[in-house]
């Protein structure tokens, strides 16, 4: 049936564009969809909340750091693709085959727990932005719940990545309620051309919080699995980078927007804030009703995104390191372990929202530190993989690809060493 | 999954070795030997083994080498295992320090046990499932090893991982559950990465054993690497068979990745729907090239039937089907049956069909089998023909299977002309989405 949908698409294009130039509009159409989907995923609850923070304390101050970190994200994410296509494997199923069960087992039981870690602060930004639109988080977590758990269970996942790639367009509203902050260009521009750089804790911590928000673990984890879910080949690899690019200018696109809004309203008239919601409350009577429905509109997008993904590729990368079934087209009692880790995953996380007196804004403190602690692990890992010839054969890391990408570990590293230390030390 | 001990098959080992069963252990497992120190037979230890050789020719794998770190040095040395006793579950030196025996040579039928399989994917054939193997399983005989099991299961996992006593005790105490050890025989065991596979001989490929459809299934679930040297390592009819069962997109990328002539012979092993579906969906040059490799009967065949859109009754239909005329006798027809069996897609059904291919009824197996040898076929044959139009939409074909209960459709052109017949496997994906699945 999709093929013949495909056929006649196919016809269709190749009149207007003629054979070589449809084909490669076609294909990248195709082909598109690990790269971005993952970016998106990255703009979680989480993130909005850094971004709105870093836009209220330190206005346009730092919006040049999306700069090198939209370089950084590339960097990192471009090889996590090159390896999937060239290698047609996951990145646990490497590190296991690489690494032994001991250290497979041990990083596993990490991924768990940080990846819980954030489902939790996801399914939080979806009851924060619910209340907003004056929904009790007793009715919008559970459903959501139920929703992420039928999407993915019930779902085929063809459709559900189309439903993914529709709701990364979503992410378009924090673009327009930027506009509705009324920013003012000139200041916008300056602060690129001259970039600030203090060195208080503060700043610095707000610097590591971009970063450590940005680039997380269970990103290459799973942007991989999904370049091989495609079965993405060598030849194909140039779409794919494209994809990973597109994707990565766009979540930071997305960043800048967030954090001109908040620097432009809130910043401007010294509003403090602590969250993403107080961020969207703040904003109506600055920005207009419209700009703090969209801003909360925006975050409820992106938690409930990001809660349909992490469990279920969670779920995926432990199972493939330990060599259980895991598939969505086996049934409950075929792949035990990939189904319970699944719902286990959302029952917790939508779970512990519930308990009341939860300590929210702690959790998702402590979820950001292991993350910091795992993410060096892991790049260095990933690292040693993409040089190994018997993995990668003639597409290894060139060696200023390799000096480059040594010295983003090591850079990486050390903020994720100062993050874990300002969270422990409280600055 | 097998739990009953596995003898290796040489019986003259058995005989041997009887005595030795008694003060020790019959089993061990390839974890408590890893990175174990070895000593000499004055107790100095001279390196400790970082891996284990296997020769894969015979039904259990012999161990044959060990790969040793020296102490004191970062070199590392393959030796045999004729240079080792096997005591005691611990492999001891038959050399001593300093003094190492020259340094074995791999054969090409020998292989690494760590680099080779462990934590590695493996097909189960006996499950038909893939598995990762974590850890491998000796049968100790008469002083030497032999690789009998491959362990898939989670205590194995734990007992790498070293936490097996930790689980073992919470399990025990909390659920009074006994873990148990999920061992495969080697004799059920396929390796799948890519160099191991291409040293097996046909003997040793126990992927045949497999059906085509569990076949396509691990097929599908493997990554694009084991799945073409899978793939390319089963034989022409196994390889048409297995593909038949396997997803479009998955066929696609596997035809794509052979020559023209490999890929034309496995098509045509094909029955012919199923074929001209894989054709429809290959880019047009492969096509080209593997019709150009066919024989020109079935490329012809082949040609009639791709050009008709895939969702309509041309597109489903297969043209090895059989027909006669009215005048035809019943031990005729037969004897043609017989004789064109291996190419016709169905032979349960004939249609009778006059001179311009008009259907004029259809005979079953059953009735040609059952009628007298020289009773004609007009005689025998029944006339209520259900059949279908060459652009009927698969959803009405599909009811009509429904609602007859037939085998096949016939497919006619708009002058009612018999052009193919539409197969009930065909049309399963439709048929069974009616049935509530």
């Known amino acids: 049936m999709g093929n013949a949908i495909y056929k006649r698409i196919h016809g269709f294009l190749y009149a207007f564009f003629g054979a070589s130039r449809w084909r490669k509009i076609w294909l990248f159409f195709a082909l598109i969809g690990p790269g971005i989907i993952t970016s998106n995923v990255d703009n979680d609850a989480g993130g909005i909340t850094t971004y709105s923070l870093a836009g209220a304390e330190y206005g346009l101050s730092l919006l040049w750091t999306l700069i090198p970190i939209t370089g950084v994200l590339i960097l ?23 690494f032994g069960a001991r250290i497979t087992f041990y990083l596993m039981i990490a991924l768990f727990l940080t990846n819980l870690g954030n489902t939790i602060s996801e399914f939080a930004g979806i009851a924060a932005s619910m209340e907003i639109f004056g929904v009790s988080k007793y009715l919008s ?26 709701a990364c367009v979503i992410y378009f509203s924090y673009i327009i309620s930027g506009f509705m902050g009324k920013p003012d260009w000139n200041a916008v521009g300056s602060s690129f051309l001259k970039p600030v ?75 403090r804030i602590e969250s993403a919601v107080d961020a969207a409350q703040a904003l109506a009577p600055l920005a207009g009703e419209y700009a703090a429905l969209l801003f909360a509109f925006g975050l409820l997008n992106a938690s409930l995104f990001a809660a349909s993904i992490l469990p279920i590729s969670t779920a995926y990368t432990i199972c493939e390191a330990f060599g259980w079934e895991s598939s969505l087209d ?16 959302i029952f917790l996380g939508a779970g512990i929202i519930l308990i009341p007196d939860m300590p929210l804004i702690g959790i998702m403190f402590y979820s950001q530190v292991i993350n910091g602690a795992l993410l060096p692990i892991i790049l260095v890992f990933m690292l040693l993989l993409v040089n190994d010839r018997r993995i990668m054969g003639k597409y290894v890391n060139g060696p200023i690809m390799n000096v480059v990408s040594w010295l983003t570990v090591v850079i990486l590293t050390l903020l994720s060493l100062a993050m874990i230390f300002f969270s422990l030390t409280g600055l | 999954m097998l739990y009953a001990v596995q003898i290796p098959e040489t019986s003259d080992i058995m005989a041997n070795t009887i005595p030795d069963y008694q003060n020790s252990q019959l089993f061990i497992f390839f974890s408590e030997l890893l990175e174990e120190k070895i000593f000499d037979p004055d107790g100095n230890s001279v390196g400790k083994l970082l891996d284990l050789i296997v020769n894969i020719e015979g039904t259990y794998p012999h161990v044959t080498g060990v790969l040793l770190r020296l102490k004191n040095s970062r070199r590392i040395i393959l030796l045999s295992s004729r240079d080792f006793s096997f005591t005691d579950g611990h492999f001891v030196a038959r050399f001593t320090r ?20 462990l934590d590695k994917q493996v097909v189960d054939i006996d499950g038909a499932k893939i598995r990762r193997v974590n850890d491998l399983q000796f049968l100790i005989a008469n002083n030497d090893l032999y690789l009998v099991h491959v362990d898939v299961g989670f205590h194995g996992l734990l007992r790498r991982v070293g936490l097996k006593p930790l689980f073992g005790f919470i399990l025990r105490a909390l659920f009074d559950y006994e873990m148990s050890d999920q061992l495969v025989s080697w004799k059920f065991v396929q390796m799948i990465s890519s160099p191991d596979l291409l040293r097996l001989t046909i003997a040793q490929n ?3 054993q497999l059906h085509p459809a569990d076949l396509a299934d691990i097929i599908e679930d493997l990554d694009i690497h084991q799945r073409t040297a899978v793939f390319n390592a089963l034989d022409v009819e196994t390889a048409a068979e297995t593909l038949e069962e396997t997803d479009p997109k998955v066929q696609v990328s596997l035809i794509e990745g052979l020559s023209p002539e490999d890929a034309s012979e496995i098509i045509e092993e094909m029955s012919l729907s199923e074929a001209a579906d894989l054709l429809g969906d290959l880019s047009p040059e492969k096509v080209e090239g593997i019709l150009n490799e066919m024989e020109k009967d079935a490329a012809d065949d082949m040609k009639e039937l791709l050009a008709h859109p895939e969702e309509m009754a041309g597109g489903l239909m297969t043209t090895a089907y059989s027909s006669f005329p009215p005048t035809c006798t019943a031990q005729e027809a037969l004897k043609t049956i017989r004789d064109d069996a291996d190419d016709l897609d169905l032979i349960y059904y004939s249609y009778v069909v006059d001179d311009q291919e008009h259907v004029l009824g259809v005979v079953s197996l059953r009735e040609l089998l059952a009628a007298k040898p020289e009773a004609l076929l007009a005689g025998i044959m029944d006339t209520r023909v259900v059949f279908v139009n060459i652009e009927e939409k698969k959803g009405r074909i599909a009811d009509d299977f429904f609602k007859y209960g037939l085998l096949a459709i016939p497919v006619v052109d708009d002058d009612e002309c018999l052009k193919g017949i539409i197969l009930f496997k065909n049309l399963l994906e439709v048929i069974a989405a009616k049935l509530g699945r």
């Open chain 1, 330 to 345: 086996r049934k409950f009692l075929q792949a035990p372990q990939f189904y319970s880790l699944y719902t286990l995953m």
């Open chain 2, 206 to 208: 126990r992927l045949a």
């Open chain 1, 141 to 166: 977590v559970p459903v959501s719940a139920a929703f992420v758990w039928w999407l993915v269970v019930k779902g085929n996942y063809k459709s559900v990545e189309k439903v993914f790639l529709f």
């Open chain 2, 98 to 117: 300093g003094d190492f025996p020259a340094e074995k040579e791999l054969v090409p039928s020998e292989l690494m046990l760590k680099e080779a399989l």
């Open chain 1, 197 to 271: 750089f203090r060195m208080d804790a503060g700043f610095l911590a707000m610097v590591v919080a971009l970063v450590g928000t940005t680039i997380a673990p269970w990103m290459q984890f799973y942007l991989q699995s999904s370049v091989v879910d495609k079965g993405l080949k060598a030849d194909d690899y140039p779409f794919t980078r494209m994809d990973v690019i597109f994707g990565s200018v766009m979540v930071n696109v997305i960043a800048f927007f967030i954090i001109l809004l908040c620097a432009m309203t809130l910043f401007k008239n010294g509003i």
């Open chain 1, 76 to 98: 990192i994410q471009e090889m996590c693709a090159r390896m999937g296509v060239v290698s047609g494997k996951g990145l646990s199923d490497l590190i296991r085959e690489r």
